[in-house]
């Protein structure tokens, strides 16, 4: 069966064979604005809370990119704090999603993955890629920072790794640099290559014992409890940065590149 949640871009669940494949697509390089994130994260729920659903797989349309971060237009249109704050609360609520749904979650990351993309192939628990799959935090470049994403990526790929990734908000790190940091299980040469795998695992996962499954993704994720609180004062504090000049001006001439 089949469900499609039709706005500017859409979340689209398909359910076949006890897999649960939830795509995302935008037409602005797949770019996640508001509306789109809520509808993202009760995808997520959804699908963990169906039963018919074994394992979940997380991807986007298209072949170039897999996701290019937060709405530009909706930053410059952020006029208040609480505006802020409930914008950068959709990627915390993706985020949260993705860790406590009972089902484990695989990512294809089939292009340039970007600020809250990074954050989002983070988050699931197995995470394929193309060699096209580059990454990139730009938040610092345009006046904010990575502090939603950061919890996850740090989790996935270590504080170092993810410091790299934050300070030099402008430089591109290959596929292969994030599959030697530990955020992509594999690399592969094509879309091709990349979803013959990524079948092969799901099937395996559908035939796993779904209890011993629940248990293991909670066991991954200890230690991240606190995170509902954590992530929402990281909303803040991008919800409160980007309502600078500095930014405002900063996301204004990123957007013109």
Known sequence: MEFSIK???????????????????????????????????KAIDDAGAN?????????????????????????????????????????????????????????????????????????????????????KLSELAVGIGPFVVGPAVERKIGTSAMSQLAIDATEWRDAVWANNMGLYAEVYGSIEEMDDAIN?????????NPEAMRLLKRVFWEGTEHWDTLLERRAEMSGQLVLSEYSKNAIAAFKKK
Request: net charge positive; proline share 2%.
């Open 7 to 41: 706005l500017q871009g859409n979340i689209t669940t398909n359910i076949q064979g006890g897999i649960a494949t939830i795509t995302f697509y935008h037409p602005a390089h797949n770019s996640l604005p508001g509306a789109l994130l809520a509808k993202f994260s």
């Open 51 to 135: 039963n018919e659903v074994k394992v979940i797989m997380l991807k986007s349309a298209g072949d170039r990119t897999f996701c290019a971060g937060a709405s530009f237009d909706e930053l410059m249109s952020i006029q208040d704090f609480e505006t802020g704050k409930t914008f950068f609360m959709g990627f915390a609520n993706v985020i949260n999603a993705c860790r406590k749904c009972p089902k484990l979650i695989i990512g294809r990351v089939q292009g340039k993955a970007v600020g809250g993309g990074v954050g989002i192939a983070s988050a699931v628990d197995y995470c394929y890629a193309t060699k096209y799959a580059s990454v």
């Open 200 to 208: 092969t695992l799901a099937g395996q996962l559908v035939n796993s």
